[in-house]
């Protein structure tokens, strides 16, 4: 982490929860609309954070330009990019050029930072060639955009973008100057996919009210107690209150042993994000050791 600048937050309840931390570098890399989400993030900035916004509309950049105004302080900003996913952004070189003027043209309440050029949906493409594929056309369009700014008389100094899946690729690109792993973290299932079925099954008190299932179902890693699963198991969606777990692979397997009735099994979410947003704590701990709760301060539908 020592080349760590900052950190992304997607709400800016969590931006407030990363400042009361102690972060002084905050990117909001999420688009927000509305003064009093902005006079929030005035607020961090006039406690000492170095405040990023990433813009796509001219009305959320007027926005955050009266706020920064009214306050007296100053607001970073980011043209966001569509490179891709159909979520976000500018589409064309020629909106994101526009979209850069106006906001350089409310210096210095804005300083036009640079772009955001972040494809979501790649970090869960599964064939690696693919991938490549696509984050360079990604690349190439981050390229383009970022020419067509300096080429204009428009600031860029950052390019930001890249998840957990893809962050190696667009560092490797040459057009990158950051990128943005989060899951690493954690980790979960849709990096490490486990297939097989079976009519052998138990049931886990873990439905989709305890994971969420949206990028896929969770990884059945081991027994809590440490011990390796005596047959491979996999999770399949049974309800709000109940997983299924079936053999992987039962045809063959020599023998199917499965856990006894009781037995705290270990699961990795399919998606961390929304999984964490489920909990008030996170639970640290070594074999059967508790050695630290955190509460999660930021979780919650929004804002």
């Keep these: 982490m020592s080349q760590a600048t900052g950190l992304c937050c997607q709400k800016v309840c969590e931006a407030e929860a990363m400042f009361n931390g102690g972060v002084r570098n905050l990117l909001l890399s999420n688009e927000v609309f509305g003064t009093e989400r902005y006079e929030r993030m005035a607020v961090l900035a006039a406690g000492g954070a170095t405040v990023t916004l990433v813009f796509d509309s001219a ?10 105004k ?9 043209v966001e990019v569509n490179v891709g996913q159909d979520r976000c952004g500018v589409d064309s070189v020629e909106e994101a050029v526009a979209l850069a ?12 930072y640079g772009i955001q050029a972040y494809h979501g949906a790649a970090q869960h493409i599964r064939i690696y060639g693919e991938k490549q594929k696509v984050i360079a056309a990604v690349a190439e369009k981050a390229k383009t955009v970022r020419d067509a700014l300096v080429k204009n008389g428009l600031k860029c100094a950052v390019v930001t973008g890249g998840g957990t899946g893809t962050y190696l690729l667009e560092a490797a690109s040459g057009v990158f100057t950051e990128v943005q792993p989060g899951s690493y973290l954690f980790n979960d299932a849709d990096y490490a996919r486990n297939l097989g079925k079976d009519g052998e ?17 969770p990884l059945v890693h081991s027994m809590v107690s ?8 996999e999770y399949h969606g ?29 699961l990795v979410p399919g998606h961390c994000d929304p999984t964490t947003n489920m909990y008030d704590y996170l639970v640290g701990y070594r074999g059967d050791r508790v050695e630290h709760i955190w509460e999660i301060e930021a979780r919650g539908p929004g804002n």
């Design 59 to 68: 009305e959320t950049v007027e926005q955050a330009a009266q706020v920064a």
């Design 201 to 217: 099954f138990i049931l886990v008190d873990a439905g989709t009210k305890a994971v969420s299932l949206d990028s896929g179902s």
């Design 101 to 112: 003027e106006k906001i350089a043209g409310f210096a210095p309440s804005l300083e036009l």
């Design 70 to 78: 009214t306050r007296g302080i100053n607001f970073r900003a980011l």
């Design 238 to 266: 049974g309800g709000d209150e109940h997983g299924i777990l079936k053999p992987v692979d039962v045809h063959n397997a020599k023998k199917t042993v499965l856990p006894p009735l009781g037995t705290k099994m270990l």
């Design 226 to 233: 440490g011990e390796k699963l005596p047959t491979a198991l």
